[in-house]
């Protein structure tokens, strides 16, 4: 059953770096503590390690990241922000890192070679 309980995570140590100081905040619609204890159990990968795949896989710059989890599957929920300023809307298998889904415009100037 799918919590609807909303924590914004910061991760202080990419706003220390000022090549991560413009990184969206996590937005988990799951408990904290159920978040970090997924990710030691290696249900899913850290945020950061999200970031840095998207930045050699997509073009455009990430506005907003939600983590959902149902079923006992967790989902990295993303929306870009590509170069003409079109939105669009990719989801990550949490644990692989894997696309699952991609939607928006002009999908051939966001996906890298």
Excluded: C
């Excluded at 030691?40 to 795949?53: A, D, N, R, T, V």
């Amino acid at each position: 059953m799918k919590s609807y309980i909303h924590i914004l995570i910061s991760f202080i140590f990419f706003a220390s770096s000022s090549a991560w100081a413009n990184t969206p905040k996590l937005d988990v619609e799951e408990d904290h503590d159920d978040v970090l204890e997924a990710v030691e159990k290696g249900l899913i990968q850290p945020y950061s390690s999200l970031l840095i795949l998207v930045g050699d896989q997509l073009n455009g710059r990430v506005i907003r990241v939600e983590l959902e989890e149902d079923d006992d599957e967790w989902i990295y929920e993303l929306k870009l922000l590509d170069t003409a300023n079109n939105i669009v809307k990719v989801e990550y298998d949490a644990k692989t890192l894997r696309i699952i889904q991609i939607k928006g415009r002009n999908l051939e100037n966001v996906i890298k070679k």
